[in-house]
């Protein structure tokens, strides 16, 4: 007879373990999703702890160096030092014309573009999920009425939607000729991204939900006298934390991509504020004479980007080992 320490290593170890624990186990073998996930997790350690880099690195993203102190930039107002002035004062350069120094720059940059994309997309997320459950477990007229709202949302072209709509919201708390404050252009960037960003979750999970509510296990929750709420805590949301956190990992890159181009455009954050639309806006104005300025965000930007993408179909393997890439 077979001892259960000879049993195949599979069978010992998948033996009373919760699906979260499976999935955790999935997720740790896969080499590039974990990396993704130290990637990722550097991106926002970086945001975070921003004012902390700039102390210990005695730079910050708003003085002008070039300007201040003579030898640094030349009568073009490039730097003077080759690579774009990369030094061991400054690591990553200084940005041509106002010589800010370029690591400080993007730091904050990430910052500004993080705190924004992150606040749209939780939003987005908790929109969508209340949208898309409650008119797949509902149903009927309820239903009827969400989804063509949806539709009607999605009609819209979201770039140009994105470009229009911000300036207005901008005009209707700010006096014509006066400065938009930068506090009033965060909270209406979040505002725009999240009132047009939450419908591809919402019509997901509506699917999802769906098919969940005619499960065997979803009638005998009916059948017992369980209340809507408790039949949706318990039995319909454990079963869609897959497509969330998917769907999730997916968003935020994507509204962060959105958010740059749109301070590129100059409809977003504005100067003096570090963020990294701008520094590519202020990038292209050089990188036929110095690339250098608008190479470390790009940079940036598509290990970024790259990292969280892996980092969802990572996931998305986890929780369905049946998935295939």
Known sequence: MTSPSQLPLTQTELAGRSP???MWRRFKRDRSGVVSAYIVAFFFLVAVTAPLLSKVYGKNPTETYGLDEPGLLNEFGYP???NGGISG???????????RDVLTQLVYGIRTSLLIATAATVLCVLTGVLVGVTAGYIGGRTDYLLGRFIDLLLAFPSQLSFIAFTPVVYSLFVSPGKETPTSLRVLTLILVLWVLGWMGMARLLRGQVLSLREREFVEAAKVTGASPWRIIRKELLPNLWTPILVQSTLMLPS???IEAGLSFIGVGIL??????????????????????YIFFPGLAMIIFVVAFNLLGDSVRDAFDPRTTR
């Open 89 to 99: 004062r400054f690591w990553f350069g200084i940005e041509p014309t106002l010589g």
């Open 20 to 22: 979260g624990q499976l």
């Open 271 to 292: 100067e003096p504020t570090p963020d990294w639309g701008r520094m590519f806006a202020n990038g292209a104005h050089y990188y036929e004479s110095d690339i250098t």
């Open 80 to 82: 003077v030092a080759p």
């Open 255 to 257: 509204v962060v991509t």
